[in-house]
């Protein structure tokens, strides 16, 4: 399974607020066998979302958009996922009834537009917040906020799946240009992609569909790398 992640907001763009939750969404994704060919950050611009979505729909298994939910003059996310699909928005009976039932809200309660949906979308209660989450078609519509947003990735999380992949870690202190003729050979002997990855040390990252050639590629390399030891 490919995905698409698609995080909104101007303030991620200026570097007001850190994108915390892309990495958190490739990471859980990641661990469910999901392969992530994209992560994509647009601003609070409907055409910007609305032309990002659609390509995305169209090229990839699932797109997951975060961030822009609610009722106020800068969440325009909703209406950016319903451009892309050419729908109107409307208000959601389902929205509603589930925040009258578990967050004490009636209709009149909430402001002007809270529950409005894409038409013909999947609704997706909030379990942290009050502004629903959607699914229009093969594209998951999310909170910004991390807490809304991962309980409501909670959800969903079983309908993303694909073949897990094991991965192992080895740690050199050697430098990473010195290291290219063992990574070809241990790519050669096992079923393993490699990954290298520069700081303090290098981490060597090991990754297959096959557990124990995983861990034999990582016995391998650590009988032939001088491993790091921290200080």
């Given at each position: 399974m490919q995905v698409a992640v698609v995080t909104v907001g101007d303030e991620l763009l200026a570097g007001d607020t850190v994108n915390t939750n892309a990495a958190w969404l490739c990471e859980e994704l990641t661990e469910r066998g999901v392969s992530v060919e994209r992560v994509t950050t647009v601003p609070d611009r409907v055409a910007d979302i609305a032309r990002v979505v659609n390509e995305y729909h169209a090229e990839y298994d699932a797109v997951v958009v975060t961030g822009g939910l609610g009722p106020t003059h800068d969440d325009v996310t909703m209406e950016g996922v319903a451009a892309a699909?050419?729908?109107?928005?409307?208000?959601?009976a389902d929205a509603e009834e589930w925040l009258e039932a578990n967050g004490g809200y009636s209709a009149a309660d909430l402001v002007e537009g809270t529950t409005d949906l894409p038409a013909g979308s999947r609704?997706?209660?909030?379990?942290?917040?009050?502004?629903?989450?959607?699914?229009?078609?093969?594209v998951y519509v999310l909170p910004g906020v991390p807490g809304e947003m991962k309980a409501m990735f909670a959800r969903v999380a079983d309908e993303f799946a694909g073949e897990r992949t094991h991965v192992r870690f080895v740690h050199t202190s050697e430098p990473e240009s010195s290291?290219?003729?063992?990574?070809?050979?241990?790519?050669?002997?096992?079923?393993?992609?490699?990954?290298?990855?520069p700081g303090d040390h290098v981490?060597?990252?090991?990754?297959?569909?096959?557990?124990?050639a995983?861990?034999?590629a990582a016995a391998w390399l650590e009988a032939r790398v001088e491993l790091y030891e921290e200080a």
């Open positions: 699909f050419g729908r109107a928005l409307e208000r959601n609704m997706l209660p909030n379990d942290e917040g009050v502004a629903p989450g959607a699914v229009v078609g093969s290291l290219i003729e063992r990574f070809e050979a241990v790519q050669s002997e096992f079923d393993v992609t490699v990954g290298s990855y981490r060597i990252k090991l990754a297959g569909a096959d557990e124990e995983v861990e034999s």
